[in-house]
């Protein structure tokens, strides 16, 4: 194999990875996004009054959390006319919540409880008065933590 056939077989495969999205809580077999949300013209996005669902490139649903949380109100799995997203799979949404203890003004010091007020799970302990943690044993990863941190300091990740 020389330089250039090495090379196209890198990037083709990288191409091919399908990229992670955090999706609504309803769902249980994520194939069915690719291959039912294509007939679909993204009535869960339109329900939603959190307005966070938003519709990829390849038509299939996503949440962002740059404004909002998520209120596990499930109307997104009653408009869902494919069987994607059904209320009987209600779970967690698919995502690791984690709190960057580099920004984040608490761990330096700074008394900021932003990120506790709107936590409905009380899923945010502070230690020793500065420094929030979060109980992952309690956090539905909603992300409503996630907007109100004035620091930008709290991640969310896919669960995979």
Not at 59 to 78: L, V
Not at 104 to 120: E, V
Request: net charge neutral; hydrophobic share 30%.
């Amino acid at each position: 194999m020389n330089r250039r056939e090495l090379f196209s077989s890198l990037t083709s495969s990288i191409k091919k990875k399908k990229e992670s999205y955090i999706r609504p809580p309803y769902y249980e077999d994520e194939s069915l996004f690719y291959s039912e949300c294509e007939k679909c013209d993204g009535k869960c996005a339109t329900v939603c009054k959190e307005e966070i669902i938003k519709i990829a490139g390849d038509k299939t649903p996503y949440i962002d959390f740059s404004k909002n949380g998520c209120t596990y109100c499930d109307e997104c799995a009653h408009s869902c006319e494919y069987g994607v997203l059904v209320l009987e799979n209600k779970k967690n949404i698919n995502a690791k919540v984690v709190i960057n203890k580099k920004k984040c003004y608490s761990w330096s010091g700074i008394m900021c409880f932003t990120c506790k007020d709107p936590c409905l799970d009380n899923a945010i302990d502070f230690q020793a008065m500065f420094m929030p943690v979060i109980d992952d044993s309690k956090c539905t990863a909603c992300g409503f933590c996630i907007n109100v941190c004035p620091a930008a300091s709290i991640d969310i990740k896919v669960i995979e």
